[in-house]
C-alpha cells in the first residue's frame, strides 16, 4: 500500500508565499520512491480538478500549468520521499484544496496514487 500524506496548506494574504510537502510511504510490487513520477493539483469550489505541476522520474522533466508559471516550484527530494510545491506570489484565483499524486508504469499498467488533500485559501 502507499499512501500520500500533504501538509503546508493554509491561509495566507495576496502576494504571500506557501510551501507544500507530500510524504510518500510504502511501496509497490515494482516501485520504490524513485520510480515514481509525481505530480501537484488543485480543485476550486465548483471547478474540475486540474493539474498544476509535474516532475518526472529523475527529475528530468517538469511541467507546469500556465496560470502559475513563474510562480510555482515543484522538486522532489528522492532520498527523503518527499514532493514539494513553492508557492509564491498567490493569488486569490489559487485558492483551492491541493493534492498530491504518485504515477508508477510496471508491466505494462499504470498506477496511480492521491493524497488526501490540504487547503489552500489566499484572501485579504
Known amino acids: 500500500q502507499v499512501q500520500l500524506v500533504e501538509s503546508g496548506g493554509g491561509q495566507v494574504q495576496p502576494g504571500g508565499s506557501l510551501r507544500l510537502s507530500c510524504a510518500v510511504s510504502?511501496?509497490?510490487?515494482?516501485?520504490?520512491?524513485?520510480?515514481?513520477?509525481l505530480s501537484w493539483y488543485r480543485q476550486a469550489p465548483g471547478e474540475e480538478r486540474e493539474r498544476v505541476a509535474f516532475?518526472?522520474?529523475?527529475?528530468?522533466?517538469?511541467v507546469y500549468t500556465a496560470p502559475v508559471k513563474g510562480r510555482f516550484t515543484i522538486s522532489r527530494d528522492d532520498g527523503l520521499h518527499r514532493v514539494y510545491l513553492e508557492m509564491d506570489s498567490l493569488k486569490i484565483e489559487d485558492t483551492a484544496v491541493y493534492y498530491c499524486?504518485?504515477?508508477?508504469?510496471?508491466?505494462?499498467?499504470?498506477?496511480?496514487?492521491w493524497g488526501q488533500g490540504t487547503q489552500v485559501t489566499v484572501s485579504s
Open positions: 516532475i518526472s522520474r529523475g527529475g528530468d522533466s517538469i
Open positions: 499524486k504518485a504515477d508508477t508504469f510496471s508491466d505494462g499498467v499504470m498506477t496511480s496514487f
Open positions: 510504502g511501496s509497490t510490487s515494482g516501485s520504490t520512491f524513485s520510480d515514481f513520477a
